[in-house]
């Protein structure tokens, strides 16, 4: 039930949001939407610096983010979790970590939560993790991404196996 009620609030916040209007204004929107100093994003500001600390601990930035692992995490917040165009090659194919400041921006916090939970992504997004979080913990993560607002180019699609990448990619064991 009480999570129902979060949901619901969290939803209602989410329809106000007029994401255009404060895309160039992203490191500003931050600061405020972290230390609670502002409204300005429409998102609730102690969610938004939850979902800060949890992109940063449970690792997002270090495939989601270009430059994070190799440059220590010395990556300007206002470009964290715009996606890779580094691929990631295996018996799978190739993958490519998402841009999810584009991917949320298209989703309403319900439908992030359906995402989350049932996500079985290819390697290697460790989509088991988001299953073991609470959706209190999914909702501040998507709250924070909305807060740094839409920006950046979709990473590349998946290729199949067989199909050879234009991209640098990391080669996982298991393929010629
Ligand atoms: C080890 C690298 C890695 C890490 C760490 C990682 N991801 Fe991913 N993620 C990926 C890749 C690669 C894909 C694309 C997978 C595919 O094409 O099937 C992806 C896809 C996703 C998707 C889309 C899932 C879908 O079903 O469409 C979401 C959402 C996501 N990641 C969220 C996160 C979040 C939140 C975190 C931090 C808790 C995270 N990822 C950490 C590599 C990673």
């Not at 009480?2 to 204004?25: M, T, Y």
């Not at 989350?116 to 997004?125: E, F, Q």
């Amino acid at each position: 039930m009480k999570s129902k009620l979060w949901l619901g609030a969290a939803a209602v916040a989410a329809h106000f949001c007029v994401w255009q209007a404060f895309a160039s204004d992203a490191p500003t929107r931050i600061a405020a939407a972290v230390t609670g100093e502002s409204t300005v994003s429409g998102e609730p500001a102690g969610h938004v610096a939850r979902g800060r600390y949890l992109v940063q601990v449970a690792g997002c930035n270090d495939c989601h983010t270009p430059g994070y692992a190799g440059q220590a995490g010395k990556v300007p917040e206002q470009d964290w979790l715009t996606g890779d165009a580094l691929g990631w090659t295996g018996p799978w194919g190739t993958t490519y970590p998402i841009n999810l400041r584009l991917f949320v921006a298209d989703l309403t916090a319900g439908q992030w939560l359906t995402v989350t939970r049932n996500a079985v992504a290819r390697p290697p997004m460790p989509w088991f993790n988001l299953h073991a979080m609470s959706d209190e913990d999914l909702l501040a993560i998507y709250h924070y991404v909305r807060a740094l607002g839409p920006t950046g180019q979709p990473a590349p699609a998946y290729l199949p196996p067989g199909v050879a990448a234009a991209t640098p990619v990391v080669r996982f064991p298991g393929i010629e």
